[in-house]
């Protein structure tokens, strides 16, 4: 396991564009997969995004496509997330999570970070 922290969540208005930033603490930061998810209030957890170890391979979410990008930087042990165009309906908890499997399942993960608020009013 890995400790997570993320930042950059934030209060913008629709069609603005936030930059979500999950820093790792592992020496080993480049051999784990990391993705995004987010939960909405009295919603369940929705994966956002993943890349894979070195970068090379990505997964958004269909409801994200277009919009959001994720991309890291293994130097810097950082994962981003941009988000653009962004729309009340991504309001929500992102947390970023890490693990062996390069997966769009929560489960698959066994890091999380304690999660930063973006909200998007319209």
């Known amino acids: 396991q890995v400790d997570l922290v993320e930042s950059g969540g934030g209060l913008v208005q629709a069609g603005g564009s936030l930059r979500l930033s999950c820093v790792a603490s592992a020496r080993t930061f480049s051999s784990i997969t990391v993705g995004w998810f987010r939960q909405a209030p009295g919603k369940e957890r929705e994966f956002v995004a993943t890349?894979?170890?070195?970068?090379?391979?990505?997964t958004i979410s269909d409801s994200v496509k277009g919009r959001f990008t994720i991309s890291r930087d293994n130097v810097k042990n950082t994962v981003y997330l941009q988000m653009n165009s962004l729309k009340p309906e991504d309001t929500a908890v992102y947390y970023c999570?890490?693990?062996?499997?390069?997966?769009?399942?929560?489960?698959?993960?066994?890091?999380w970070g304690q999660g930063t608020q973006v909200t998007v009013s319209s």
């Open positions: 999570a890490g693990g062996r499997f390069y997966s769009t399942r929560g489960s698959d993960y066994d890091s």
């Open positions: 890349v894979s170890r070195i970068g090379a391979t990505s």
